[in-house]
């Protein structure tokens, strides 16, 4: 494609270039149709160095004209051969944790908390799997690992963040970040379970409009905990009155449409379903338990380093070992 848009340019100009060249080349008095003979035969020296100076001046004209395009051509080209797996985000390296922020307690306390509504989308992707979402993650067991191990490098960097002279207030901080960490870590858990079930048994349509409403459900709790004011939830407010886990069980048990051996199953994901709610509101209560930005703003009244804005998106340096745990 670079060499086409290049030659068709190059065809439109062709008599104008020609003309050029062959001005060019008379400033030195070399005539690509003037015959010299040897032995005899008449030979065209000049043609050789008409056709190296031509296809050079063209490399050259051919790259001035395509260089404005080398980013749209490496946006296309990069996409050659390339899966929608590929661009399914890798939880598992984070992505705002820096080695450099651990002595900072303003600017890594930020980081921490990005990182924090980072696990949790990496959770919420859950939801996705078990729906089929274009764009989701194949393999549950997978992302399962990559939300793991962002959980353990959160609660490693956490960890370090227990400094000398921190107040009461400040050491409380802390601990409730590492305890939201720990259960956003069950949430995923929970969450994992659900998608490895939904993924695994085969179920019929009435089973299915069943546990569609239990998911939705569970989407609409994962709203409240996601996104703050302002932001753009999974799900609008008010989408949709999703009857309770309770009355869900109940209508999957007296349906005639629903197979005993779905019954069974159905009835356990709506278990772990009711149990993933129970961890929403238990991540929404340790939030509420300290009051972070009160705590923030005493330390930065005290002369320390204000919060950084936009914490480092690097993670942890290439080559460098996570924290110990």
């Given at each position: 494609?670079?060499?086409?848009?290049?030659?068709?340019?190059?065809?439109a100009?062709?008599?104008?270039?020609?003309?050029?060249?062959?001005?060019?080349?008379?400033?030195?008095?070399?005539?690509?149709?003037?015959?010299?003979?040897?032995?005899?035969?008449?030979?065209?020296?000049?043609?050789?160095?008409?056709?190296?100076?031509?296809?050079?001046?063209?490399?050259?004209?051919?790259?001035?004209?395509?260089?404005?395009?080398?980013?749209?051509?490496?946006?296309?080209?990069?996409?050659?051969?390339?899966?929608?797996?590929?661009?399914?985000?890798?939880?598992?390296?984070?992505?705002?944790?820096?080695?450099?922020?651990?002595?900072?307690?303003?600017?890594?306390?930020?980081?921490?908390?990005?990182?924090?509504?980072?696990?949790?989308?990496?959770?919420?992707v859950?939801?996705?799997?078990?729906?089929?979402?274009?764009?989701?993650?194949k393999?549950?067991?997978?992302?399962?690992?990559?939300?793991?191990?962002?959980g353990?490098?959160?609660?490693?960097?956490?960890?370090?963040?227990?400094?000398?002279?921190?107040?009461?207030?400040?050491?409380?901080?802390?601990?409730s970040?590492?305890?939201?960490?720990?259960?956003?870590?069950?949430l995923?858990?929970?969450?994992?379970?659900?998608?490895?079930?939904?993924?695994?048994?085969?179920?019929?349509?009435?089973?299915?409009?069943?546990?569609?409403?239990?998911?939705?459900?569970?989407?609409?709790?994962?709203?409240?905990?996601?996104f703050?004011?302002?932001?753009?939830?999974?799900?609008?407010?008010?989408?949709?009155?999703?009857?309770?886990?309770?009355?869900?069980?109940?209508?999957?048990l007296?349906?005639?449409?629903?197979?005993?051996?779905?019954?069974g199953?159905?009835?356990?994901?709506?278990?772990?379903?009711?149990?993933?709610?129970?961890?929403?509101?238990?991540?929404?209560?340790?939030?509420?338990?300290?009051?972070?930005?009160?705590?923030?703003?005493?330390?930065?009244?005290?002369?320390?380093?204000?919060p950084?804005?936009?914490?480092?998106?690097?993670?942890?340096?290439?080559?460098?070992?996570?924290?110990?745990?």
């Amino acid at each position: 494609a670079f060499n086409f848009i290049g030659v068709s340019v190059v065809l439109a100009l062709f008599f104008p270039a020609i003309w050029l060249l062959k001005t060019t080349l008379g400033f030195w008095g070399i005539d690509p149709g003037a015959a010299v003979m040897i032995n005899g035969s008449a030979t065209y020296p000049g043609v050789p160095i008409v056709i190296g100076v031509f296809s050079i001046a063209f490399n050259i004209f051919n790259v001035l004209i395509l260089f404005p395009f080398v980013n749209v051509f490496d946006q296309v080209l990069s996409r050659v051969g390339r899966s929608s797996e590929e661009d399914v985000e890798d939880y598992s390296i984070p992505r705002y944790l820096d080695r450099k922020l651990i002595d900072d307690f303003n600017a890594a306390l930020p980081a921490v908390e990005q990182e924090a509504h980072r696990q949790l989308q990496a959770g919420a992707v859950f939801l996705d799997i078990a729906r089929g979402k274009p764009g989701a993650p194949k393999d549950p067991v997978e992302h399962h690992a990559a939300t793991d191990q962002l959980g353990r490098e959160i609660r490693s960097f956490s960890a370090h963040l227990f400094q000398d002279g921190l107040s009461k207030d400040q050491l409380d901080l802390v601990a409730s970040l590492i305890e939201e960490v720990d259960f956003t870590s069950a949430l995923s858990e929970s969450l994992y379970q659900i998608a490895r079930r939904v993924k695994r048994e085969p179920f019929s349509d009435a089973a299915r409009d069943v546990l569609a409403l239990g998911l939705e459900r569970l989407d609409q709790g994962m709203n409240t905990v996601l996104f703050v004011d302002g932001a753009q939830p999974r799900m609008p407010a008010g989408h949709s009155v999703v009857p309770g886990v309770e009355e869900l069980r109940w209508k999957a048990l007296q349906s005639r449409d629903v197979a005993a051996g779905e019954k069974g199953a159905l009835v356990a994901l709506l278990g772990s379903i009711e149990r993933a709610e129970g961890l929403i509101e238990r991540l929404r209560a340790e939030r509420a338990s300290v009051d972070r930005s009160a705590i923030m703003r005493q330390r930065a009244a005290a002369g320390e380093t204000p919060p950084a804005q936009t914490p480092s998106s690097t993670g942890f340096a290439p080559g460098e070992a996570p924290l110990p745990a």
